[in-house]
Nanobody, 126 residues
Framework: QLQLVESGGELVQPGGSLRLSCAAS????????IGWFRQAPGKEREGVSC????????DYADSVKGRFTISRDKAKNTVVLQMNSLKVEDTAVYYC???????????????????WGQGTQVTVSS
């Protein structure tokens, strides 16, 4: 059974950092495009970052560019979202999603993805 599990969310002060992980089980993340999304209370889910299936392309929402970095830990079959300089407005439930893809497609739209994790809560507050 294909499954994604996010972890790493917690309460952090503004300006702090967090490292979110998206662990895959039942399949290898080779040739899967990965997206990170978030949903704040009362708001629609939005795309945060994506990584192409071949690893050759990444993209970020304007709101997180320069602060967030998406990367792959092949040995652990995970995709990591490193979040630095966190702001109160980054508070949300963060989700990862996967789409079978061999190419350089990098997808910020949630409609593109087939598999989703359950989410991990990130709270940025003093």
């Amino acid at each position: 059974q294909l499954q994604l599990v996010e972890s790493g969310g917690e309460l952090v002060q503004p300006g702090g950092s967090l490292r979110l992980s998206c662990a895959a089980s039942g399949f290898t993340l080779d040739y899967y495009a990965i997206g990170w999304f978030r949903q704040a209370p009362g708001k629609e889910r939005e795309g945060v970052s994506c990584r192409s299936g071949n690893g050759g392309r990444t993209d970020y929402a304007d709101s997180v560019k320069g602060r967030f970095t998406i990367s792959r830990d092949k040995a652990k079959n995970t995709v990591v979202l490193q979040m630095n300089s966190l702001k109160v407005e980054d508070t949300a439930v963060y989700y990862c999603a996967a789409k079978h893809s061999y190419g350089i497609g990098c997808y910020i739209s949630e409609d593109e993805y087939d598999y989703w994790g359950q989410g991990t809560q990130v709270t940025v507050s003093s």
